[in-house]
Structure formats: structure tokens, C-alpha cells
């Protein structure tokens, strides 16, 4: 089994969205946008995601569920996934990371992961 069958890009541009927060009750809304590709050479298909969200208090949600978006993309080799979602924490920084889960065309099961990134709104870090 050749591991480079099996590499799966994510790139991932996070936002703030003011209009979707309530900061006088201290919930800031982030929207983030993620470029799935798959680089490997086997059919790939992500099954589920894991989310680790952290806020400034370090208080800490798990989300764990089917697909994204509603969706779970087969990527050929050399395709792109695109989608759009949010989150919302308690306070203006925080932090997201996690995995993937797929399943290759051949039956070979791997996790990909999600390298941290900040929620951060603009102006709260001095």
C-alpha cells in the first residue's frame, strides 16, 4: 500500500461574522470556508467529520458527525470539495481543529487531519 495513494489537501479560510454575533451576550459567530483535494491517486470518499472548537476560557466542544454540509463527496483524484459552515464561541478568539474520515475506492480507511486555526475577530488581538 503506497501512502501517497492517499493524501488529502485542506485548506481552510476562516471569517467573522459580526452580523450573526451578540456580543453583548459574548457569542461571536465565524464562518469558515474549506477546499478539500484530493492529491492521492485512489477514489476517496470523506465519511465524517470531528471538530475540536476552543474559546479564550478554554472550554472545549466536541462535534462529531456524518459528512458535511449534508454531503459525503467522492473525490477523484485531483478534485476539489468546497463548502461553507460556522461556529459560534464565547468570546472574540478561539480555535478549531479535527479530522476527516475517509474511505478509499479500495476499501482503505484513513484520517486526515485538520491543522488548527484561529477564530478571531478583527481588532481582538492588540
Known amino acids: 500500500m503506497n501512502q501517497a495513494s492517499y493524501q488529502i489537501d485542506v485548506q481552510i479560510a476562516a471569517q467573522y461574522v459580526p452580523e450573526q454575533s451578540d ?3 459574548n457569542e461571536y459567530a465565524f464562518a469558515y470556508t474549506v477546499r478539500i483535494t484530493n492529491r492521492g491517486s485512489v477514489p ?4 465524517s467529520r470531528h ?7 478554554q472550554q472545549v466542544i466536541e462535534v462529531n458527525g456524518l459528512g458535511v454540509v449534508g454531503h459525503q463527496p467522492l473525490l477523484q ?4 470539495f468546497e463548502y461553507t459552515s460556522g461556529s459560534r464561541i464565547h468570546g472574540p478568539v478561539g480555535t478549531m481543529r479535527g479530522s476527516y474520515f475517509f474511505v478509499a475506492e479500495d476499501g482503505h480507511r484513513f484520517d486526515v487531519e485538520i491543522p488548527q486555526f484561529a477564530l478571531c475577530m478583527p481588532q481582538a488581538l492588540h
Do not use: C, K, N, V
Open 77 to 80: 483524484p485531483g478534485e476539489t
Open 23 to 25: 456580543t453583548a451576550r
Open 51 to 57: 471538530w475540536i472548537i476552543e474559546d479564550q476560557q
Open 44 to 47: 476517496s470518499q470523506l465519511i
